[in-house]
Nanobody
Framework: QVRLVESGGGLVQSGESLRLSCAAS????????MGWYRQAPGKQRDLVAT???????NYADSVKGRFTISRDNSKKLVYLQMNSLKPEDTAVYYC??????????WGQGTQVTVSS
């Protein structure tokens, strides 16, 4: 069983930074994609950024240039460095591990609140 645990969320002011971490445990196949998604109240869960096991990254247009996804495969950790945060970045941020088959695992989420 794979388990994902997010951490690093909190309350910050507009323009500040946060770094989220996602720790994975369990039996994980070597070829997979890790991603960060977010869900604001009353809205759908949207992609923020993904990174493949080979290090290829993808970002939502709304966070390009401000957020950076990275991973440490040896420690089974994925990070999301968030700079220049805006109030519209306020959401619960979720970590996802997914395989090419479409099967995946979600973490429990971590709250990020950005005040103006």
């Amino acid at each position: 069983q794979v388990r994902l645990v997010e951490s690093g969320g909190g309350l910050v002011q507009s323009g500040e930074s946060l770094r989220l971490s996602c720790a994975a445990s369990g039996s994980i196949l070597s070829i997979h994609t890790m991603g960060w998604y977010r869900q604001a109240p009353g809205k759908q869960r949207d992609l923020v950024a993904t990174i493949t096991s080979g290090g290829i990254t993808n970002y939502a247009d709304s966070v390009k240039g401000r957020f950076t996804i990275s991973r440490d495969n040896s420690k089974k950790l994925v990070y999301l460095q968030m700079n220049s945060l805006k109030p519209e970045d306020t959401a619960v941020y979720y970590c996802l591990l997914s395989y090419s088959t479409g099967f995946g695992y979600w973490g429990q989420g971590t709250q990020v609140t950005v005040s103006s």
